[in-house]
């Protein structure tokens, strides 16, 4: 049986409550004999080596709370989020928690307890989770008052549509609405390439598209790739790694796998328990003692006879208590390594008194082990003791951090109840290694909210909770999403409306036609009912300012000057590799790629070098003499918005006026004040944010110079790359040029939104009503100023969830939160104290 499967059976069992015999009773076929073996086995090694796994911390805690309820008297209040992925046993623990009865209050109170949910998020039954459990509590706990939150405040309204028609389509899902508070923002792309190796190359051509053209407003820790299975991510890696684009895995403990990292670690685990049979027998010939695999298989069968630990059994023999089979000479290499344990135990023992910490006990081992010169001899040049160091700096960094976690964490007093306060380094050594092990995220090491500038490759199911400006979800074919092991397909278009509720401003999916075995994908039946395609795009975004306005309202971040915008547009179209549209690969994967028909044919004055595909075009955006369909014409001729009616225009049109306008000096235009005041759209009703609420006031005082939107030197690369451009536009031109485009001035003047967004004509779905009191669009100001949000207005925020409740306590008392970062866990990322806010996040280093 596969170590993994077997794994998840025995959880399984467990999380039911099922006891060893219940298992062996269960029935007589050839696998569930061998799973029984199995099972009796783990049970028993867990045992010998005094060591729980996750499911017995549940099953010990129900069974220490039903023996002593006291332990729980002075719990007031119980709260649970992602609910709706509780098994039996954790439903079990919440009544638990809540079971003391306040003899004091007249009808002998309970505490209160708060769950979060949402049935459609429910991804975790292969984890035994209980969907049921939602219903259970309201028919368990008759006076359950049920709060529906039905405002998103994540994702823009087009994303929002399309993951609702997606989960919409299981009819036993509890009805309930979804609002969205963003305006309706760019469709979610769907598109086919040919191959997953195609589909890897278009997928990170994007990112850089995205990345490049945003003007400083994404970066690459803004995206996300996010994987039905693992396995899936090998194309994109590749893809990732060619484009030198910096990426990370989410669930991949790169750093904590290397080999020196992993040995050292496992000497701190055997020295806070050596009764850990695993770590004990992977150190006990690192660096090399001259014990074998004989002698190994020797000490283990000994120990096991006894049915004692190995560390027990190693105690014995060196310090004559007991015989064994391996040579003298092992048994002398035995004698050292136990007395460093030893020593080191002792060191830990005493550290209250003499102030020895983890990376001194750390040193100290390394020492006596000669760690430094092994790890040099063995890997030559390979830098591996530099890891270590930095495994020494983590620990050092980590143990201001560790002590307030430990601090937090402690036992309140209970009357009558001796607690047992775990405290001094042997409970910091205990912590610092729970944190290592249940380190899953790259995380700067000062705990900061801070995420590296990576793009990040994860599965779904480890997105749970997370949320990034961008998302890719590739492989979206049947046999992928759903997937072919799968039993449950309503989990798995939940599992797909997770992956799509991520996003907060542009998504992506995307499908080979041949997977990796050459065989003929089809589309995803989640995707491919009838009517979907309304939702999707063909392909990629135009990148124009008024896409860059949405993104920045989505996202609460200041919208880049046009200056930097048309600085990078500018360098992009220049740069004959780089494509401006998403147009490197046809729509239908049929088709040949298309001859570049793009050119055109520049003249001789042209200052422009005649690049592989420098597509700048002379002639008015929708078509051109070549027959050439300009890339801006794709969001016109989609038919879905109207740009020009709106007075935004497209970067490829700005551009061919500005190089008009050059060329011909005349006077710049009018401003096009008609289109402007039109140029509502998108608006929500008095909508403030929590995102400008909690920003931290500096912002706004933001020097200019230091903003990279509005600092050329601060340009994103591909600007940066190009310096000898010819200067052909004249400031001048470009600023008259620009002021129709509808640029808001500098958002610190501006005022909550408070006009609707528009529906176009694809969403079928209700919006939010029109505030007749709009305000009118901000004034466009030419060179503007970075974008700013300064105010929020509590007062015209709809009191109509908890969500508004919380914040109109928060904005009467004043008090801030830290603002949480993208993709991370809002549980360990706010300003939260105590044990939720996990204080220490070991980095999730790239290998
Ligand atoms: N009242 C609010 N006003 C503005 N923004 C909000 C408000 N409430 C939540 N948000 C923002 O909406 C986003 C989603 O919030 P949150 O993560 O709490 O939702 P959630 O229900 O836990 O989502 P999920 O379960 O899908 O992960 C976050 O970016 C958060 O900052």
Redesign the pocket.
Known sequence: MEPAKARARISKLKSGTAAPTEAKAKGPSVDQQEFVAIFTEYEEALETSNLLDYDDLLLRCVELLKRFPECVSNIQAVLI??FQDTNHVQYELMSLFAQHRDPKTPDHKIPSITI?G?PD?SIYSFRSAEIKNLRKMTTQYPGTHVVI?E????SSGSILQSALEVIEQDESRPEKKLLP?HCIGERPVLRTLSTPHKEADWLVGEIRRCEALNAGLLKYSDFAVLLRSASLSRHIESALGKAGIPYRMVGGHKFFDRVEVKLVLDYLRVIGHPEHNDALARIINVPPRKIGETAMKTLFDEADRKKIPLWTHLLDVCQGRSSSKISAQAERSLSTLIKIILTSRTKLAEADETGFTIPDLMEYFMERLSLKKYLEDKYQKEGRWANVEELLTLARDASASLEAEAEADALAPIDGVNQDQPSGLQDLLTRFLANVALSTEAQDTKGGTETPNQVTLSTIHAA????WPVVFIPGAFQGSIPHSRAEDTDEERRLLY?GM??A?ALLYLSRPKKNSNREDTTLSPFLSAPNMSRFFAPRGPSFTLSTLRDLSRILHRPCPAPSAFHAVIEAAIRDADFHVEDDRFPEDPDERPQEDTSYVDYDKETPYPPGKRARLSHAPPTTSATGFRSASSTIFSAGTYSNTALGFTSARTAMAELEAAAQTAEPPPEPRDKARTTGKKRQISGQ????E?FKPKSTAAKPAATNPVSNPATLPPKAARMPNLPARIPNAALASILQPTGIPPSLAQRQPRKTPMRTPSWAAKPLPPADENAAPPPEPDGEAEPLVATSFHTTT?QAA?L??T??VQLTGTGVGVGR?ALGLR?SGAGAGGGALNRPFKPPGRAG
């Open positions: 989020d992602e979060v949402d998020q939150l405002e998103n405040y994540r508070t749970k909770g997370l949320e997770v509720t991520r907060k403030g944010t929590l995102g609420f925020f969830t969500h508004t919380t914040m949480r809002s």
